[in-house]
């Protein structure tokens, strides 16, 4: 724990190699680095911007195609995670290139993804039997096991970012993925049917959850915007957030996903938030505007589009010169389901 190291002497290390080949270690020696008094995390604060990201994958849209790659993705490591795949300690962010007239084959697996859409003018993803088309700042998500395609059938390239539980079922040894066999499911259902059915505050009568993910699959922008302007009016701003909501799943009240929380927050023109820390190390998109998130003293000032991570337990203040929208995922309802979750308001 908090407690100095225990010293070593010539008797101990003569212990703790003997032990070595029978699969034992000595608690005493490494319970300060297992145990710590706080978060300590390989994970640092960094921000990629989003033209950089763009133009790497559009040269990346001249070495393979999305049929061949199966997802032509860019994934967002974190520096301090290298070779990891990993963008937090336990989460994945990517970002992903279908050009006009592709085709990414129907597959599933067992991490569950969201995709929310930074440029798209015709784009479509299909789950479960269901379509959407994308727009800007749309949130949708792909539960874990559901087949999943996605297409363009624009003339202009479409982006959207993803974020996958992969890392944390990686850590539980429970992945398991297999292809459809064909490029694209069968549509079994109209366009609008799941935002019809559970998307209008109201359920169709007698309907049990069935899963652990919210039954909505697309999250149009223009709703959640529409009811962040409106609050603004009210000018109730949450001294660490801005004014900050979570999408929910319409069957529970709960996250929309199990294992990712997702918000989208509006900071006001020339607010300074209040010091704010929390467990869970937090991927932030930047939607509209242009503010700054700064991590225990380091600036990084965001554009839309651009992806700023903060790790667990750092000091973070956002800062905005224009009003500006935030999406922002998580794995707040792990820790939340765990027990686990805290965060500290101001810098005591
Ligand atoms: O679109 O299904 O970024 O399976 C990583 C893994 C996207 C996807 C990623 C995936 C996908």
Known sequence: MAQASVS?????EAFYKAI???SMTALWSVMGAIITPEPKSECVPFMW???RVRSRLLEAGDLITAKEAERRVLILENPGLKGTSKCT???YCGVQLVMPGEVAPAHRHTQSALRFVLEASGGHTAVGGEKTEM???DFVITPNWEWHDHGNDS????FWLDGLDIPLVQFLDASFAEGFGEDQQPISKQQGDSNARYGANMLPLGYEKATPTSPIFN???DRSREALEQMKRQEEWDPCHGLKMRYVNPVDGGWAMPTIGTCLQLLPKSFTSQAYRSTDATVFVGVEGKGRIIVDGEIFNWSPRDVVVVPSWREVVHEASEDAVLFSYSDRPVQEKCGLWRERRGNN
């Open 219 to 221: 999250y149009p922008y």
């Open 20 to 22: 070595e080949p029978e």
């Open 135 to 137: 727009h800007y700042g």
């Open 49 to 51: 911007q989003y033209d």
């Open 89 to 91: 300690t336990s989460l």
């Open 8 to 12: 070593n002497t010539a008797q101990r």
């Open 155 to 158: 003339d202009e390239p479409v």
